[in-house]
């Protein structure tokens, strides 16, 4: 047990901020932001390579990445060249990933504004956390939706142990489907345990090897996107 869990059940919403304004400044409505977490080499990075590649030619789009003290995911999104360099910007932390996500929002939302306020309108930003644990969930007031990303080789009991990120995010994503007959992951029970940790919150599986293999993923985004843009600014 953590230090304050009991506060956190007695105010379970000490660690968010307010729901974050829809509007600008001029009162025209700001970009659909989305978080993704998720544990070390689930995959994260590869994933928003692949969203920026799929919808960069549909929508405005930009990213924040996340890392304790280097700016290796921003590296690996700018040599793919996925997006222009001035629509990829880096936060280092310099502590625990959940802590800029949820704890302490404000790099990340400095980061964010400073993106809507230079490259112009956006339709969408991406905010990638570091690499963390099960626990890790978005404050509202830095996104909007929040996707995890779990990976099969992590174990196919990743579902089944559920915890904030499985069972709370707008979206599971169980990644890196491909490798499932090498470790000994049963795709089955995941979806089994996933429906069980969820209800009727969605759950994605890709493999991004695959031509299209983020398309499950990009279409839950331009749902999202469509309700978005129909909302009052």
């Given at each position: 047990m953590h230090l304050g869990h009991e506060l956190d059940e007695e105010f379970p919403r000490r660690h968010t901020y307010r729901a974050a304004d829809p509007a600008r400044p001029d009162g025209s409505r700001r970009a659909l932001r989305i978080g993704l977490g998720g544990p070390v080499?689930?995959?994260?990075?590869?994933?928003v390579a692949a969203l920026c590649r799929a919808l960069r030619t549909e929508v405005s789009i930009a990213v924040v990445t996340n890392d304790i003290y280097t700016r290796e995911d921003a590296d690996f999104l700018l040599r793919e060249a996925v997006l222009p360099p001035e629509r990829i910007k880096a936060v280092e932390t310099g502590a625990?990933?959940?802590?800029?996500?949820?704890?302490?929002?404000?790099?990340?939302?400095?980061?964010v504004e400073d993106l809507e306020e230079e490259v112009g309108s956006l339709d969408l930003v991406l905010v990638e956390s570091g690499g963390d644990n099960l626990t890790a969930t978005?404050?509202?007031g830095l996104v909007d939706s929040q996707i995890f990303v779990i990976d099969v080789?992590?174990?196919?009991?990743?579902?089944?142990?559920?915890?904030?990120?499985?069972?709370?995010?707008?979206?599971?994503?169980i990644n890196k489907t491909d490798l499932a007959p090498y470790v000994g992951s049963d795709l089955g029970a995941m979806a089994h345990d996933a429906k069980a940790q969820r209800g009727d919150l969605p759950v994605a599986f890709t493999c991004l090897k695959e031509e299209g293999g983020v398309k499950p993923v990009t279409d839950w985004i331009r749902e999202r996107l469509t309700d978005w843009t129909a909302g009052p600014a």
């Open positions: 080499g689930s995959g994260k990075t590869v994933t625990c990933p959940h802590t800029a996500i949820r704890d302490d929002i404000s790099a990340n939302l400095e980061a978005f404050s509202k080789a992590g174990g196919d009991d990743i579902p089944r142990k559920g915890g904030p990120g499985v069972t709370t995010a707008d979206l599971l994503v």
